[in-house]
């Protein structure tokens, strides 16, 4: 993939996010706003899905596959090695219900975590008896030398871990935890819903057991699709919950029944996959890499130190920030009076503002399609209140 970075030229953003409430669109860490170059790659999907449905899988094939390559490099893995999947929590589940427990395992992950990968750990500890350790976050962060030395003294069987925390959008520093799991014989579980395609990853230099996350944040893609990587010795380690046709060796030969897996992570993906979907993911997967990672994190970057600056000068309590290594695409700010989900809902109401009351605070999270218009429109909308 030479996919050249694009520069953030004003007027080509207002050709790719024509919707007039970008500007004031906070929210892509929910959900992102759809490209026009990839939506009209799956209007192209569906009009060859409407015509023929078999000759679009067989067409569009080569599509799918360099989704795999795209997302694979994303993360310094390979295609083999990843599985397209419906959200982080069917990969969690994935991982949770394939491995055989033993009672009194110990799993540990921290106590602010989003659902999609809390419940299946704790599902274990209903049912399974897994022992489930939850640290606790201070302030929406937790130190590696904090998590380390848990990691010490528990000695658990996994530890789950976003690599950026969904609420505060603290990024943690990966390598170290990654090599004490390893030296310990720990499975580290990452979801990285809030940052693949946003940062780069290295799932070898950090040691990750398995990488899960959605694909309509940061990626850009289509609600209903994630991705987990396994890391390629646990292939057999991970028994598959659900098994269907797409899930053994010899996945044509409908009639020679044969339950022997495929060699790589597509047994997971065990029947038909959704084509216009997975077109919609790889035209998003590409377009991220097309505006290029760096230049999306210094256009993000330059927009929260100019909103921070200016909810500070309103006396708002502030997350984010700080050195660029620590940061991720989400800032978030408590005004000094009114309370977070109530400014949420007056914002959305009165301003067309979508940003999101997480954790007691109302996230930012930025993308290409914001600038500082949309920043001004919020603190005039602040200072009105
Ligand atoms: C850290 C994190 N993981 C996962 C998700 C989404 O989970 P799922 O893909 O299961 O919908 C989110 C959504 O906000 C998130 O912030």
Redesign the pocket.
Known sequence: MTDPATPFDPKQVQEWFPSPTRETYFNT??SALCPRPVRDEVVGVLDALTADVADAYRDYAPRVRLLRLCLAEMMGATPEEIAIT???????SIVANGIDWREGDTIITLDR?????VYPWMRLERERGVRLVMLEEREGRLSEDEIIAALRRERPRLFAL?A???CSGWRFELQEIGRVCRELGTLFFV?A??SLGFWPFDVRACHISAL???A??WLLGPPGQ?YLYLRRGLLDEVRPVFVGSETVVNAHDYLDYNLTPRPGMRRFEYSTGNLSALVWFGAAVRFVRKLGLDEIRAHVFALQDYALERLGELGCELRGGGPAERRSGIIAFRHPTLDSPTLERTLREDAGIRARERDGFIRLSFHAYNSRLGVDALIEQLSRL
């Open positions: 860490a929910g419906h959200h982080t929590a069917e990969s969690a975590e989003y659902p999609s990968t976003s950026v925390e969904w979801d819903a809030q899960a996350g959605s309509w944040k994630g």
